[in-house]
């Protein structure tokens, strides 16, 4: 009898020896990781079955597959327990878990709806393997296989549970396993209220590629200490830097109507030229796929023709402010020379919209800091990384809420070969708990 008192008493005070000092979340939960890593697995496969491929339009959702995947996440997240959950009519997705404990931070992290606009998300038909070494094979008739040469981090996963598509499509893992990682995380806090956090925020923001999503978001009503994206891939990622931009449109207007015959003598100006110029004249050591690591790119997007008016828009991506006036000088260079090669043409013009800057620029080190600390007490050893992209985290510290974007286990994103590891997932959803359940310093 009194050792079923004794028992009680340690099952009720544990929940309050925690709210006073920091307590492994584990201990307290009696972690098993074979339950969460069937979770993982089951979310990121339904998820994916659901078409997010976002589109390169004004329109915000793009896609309505990406408001359907918000709608579930949000019953998803009512059902266990998170309170102020909205869907707005742009397809973002917000929430609240309210904290339970004093000295404890207010959280906030990031995940986005939507897959590339570049490869197919239609009909995916998600393959769970579990790897034994060798090769695994994803479509055998198009020889789509991953091995350790084309995925080395396979080095390391002998025995673990790898999900890929069929071959026909992408995964969409980026960045489905991390809104499957975050509401794995909110489950798990449901069914443990015993372990102490502040108040949490769950975000969840739809197309990201074109950036048009995180533009709708209001960032007053995030009020967090912390904020992460979950949408980086390699184990121990930890995203740092970001890519800083710009856009910029070049407009040539000439006049083609002449007879062609009599073109000398006529204010005949070919616009499509003076186009066509602008590009051949961007330097081409400057090109993305001539590029790499921290080097920056322009990139011209599209060239589009109607009568007399011609446009040519692209972007500029750089990690330092520096290169990134460097490379503006070398745009408004291609562009005065081609207006000085042409002076039948007219109304000439030359415009950069700033679109993200450097993560790196506006993050506190308090927030690096916590995730490798929160890394390492998971065993996982933080990498930190330059992304050479803008991504949510880039346009969220244009917001004032500036991120780090950790690991979700994805490899090969956007592409045939795209693979989720649950294993990795199952590593980036501890990290996220330690992260939750650690007090403020």
């Known amino acids: ?41 089951s979310r990121l496969t339904d998820y994916a079955k659901i078409n997010t491929q ?74 769970t393997h579990t790897y034994k070494g060798g090769e695994i094979v994803i479509h055998a008739d198009k020889k789509l296989v991953l ?31 991390g809104a499957a990682i975050l509401l794995t995380a909110v489950q798990y806090l449901y069914d443990h209220s015993q372990l102490p956090h502040g108040t949490l925020y769950f975000v969840f923001t739809p197309d990201s590629y074109s950036g048009k999503g995180i533009a709708q978001l209001d960032a007053a009503q995030i009020p967090a ?39 000398i003598h006529s204010p005949f100006a070919d616009n499509i030229l003076m ?32 009568g007399n008016r011609s446009e040519v828009t692209g972007i500029i991506r750089a990690f330092s402010e520096a290169e990134l006036q460097t490379l503006t000088q070398e745009v408004t260079q291609a562009f005065n020379t081609v207006k000085s090669m042409n002076y039948k043409g007219k109304n000439f013009a030359l415009t950069f919209v700033s679109q993200d800057t450097n993560v790196k620029n506006a993050l506190p080190e308090k927030t690096l800091t916590r995730a490798q600390t929160a890394m390492k007490a998971e065993e996982v050893t933080p990498l930190l990384a330059a992304a050479r992209q803008t991504t949510d985290a880039a346009r969220l510290a244009v917001k004032g809420l500036p991120a780090a974007g950790l690991f979700t286990g994805y490899y090969h994103p956007g592409t045939l070969l795209e693979y989720a590891d649950v294993d990795v997932m199952e590593a980036s959803f501890r990290t996220v708990l330690r992260l939750i359940t650690s007090p403020a310093k």
């Open 147 to 177: 091995n350790t040469y084309n995925a080395p981090q396979l080095l390391r996963a002998n025995g673990h549970e790898i999900i890929t598509a069929s071959g026909d499509t992408l995964l969409g893992a980026d960045d489905k396993a």
């Open 225 to 263: 200490d912390y904020v992460y994206t979950l949408d980086a891939g390699e184990l121990g990622q930890l995203v740092s830097e970001t890519f800083s931009g710009k856009q910029f449109k070049a407009v040539f207007e000439g006049d083609r109507t002449p007879q062609l015959s009599t073109a």
């Open 54 to 127: 976002s589109q390169l339009t004004d329109k915000v959702p793009s896609t309505p597959g990406q408001l359907k995947l918000a709608k579930q996440l949000a019953k998803e997240l009512k059902k266990n327990g998170a309170v102020q959950v909205k869907v707005d009519k742009s397809g973002i997705v917000t929430a609240q878990v309210p904290g339970n404990a004093a000295n404890y931070p207010t959280v906030a992290f990031f995940a986005h709806l939507d897959t590339t606009p570049s490869v197919s998300a239609q009909n995916v038909q998600p393959q």
């Open 1 to 41: 009898m009194k050792r079923t008192l004794l028992t009680a008493l340690i099952v009720v005070c544990l929940p309050l020896m925690a709210i006073g000092q920091e307590t492994d979340w584990k201990v307290l939960s009696r972690y098993e990781k074979a339950p969460v890593k069937k979770q993982l697995a």
């Open 275 to 306: 186009a066509s110029d602008f590009h051949t004249l961007l330097p081409r050591h400057k090109r993305p796929e001539t590029t790499a690591n921290k080097n920056g790119f322009i990139y011209v997007d599209n060239i589009s023709t109607q």
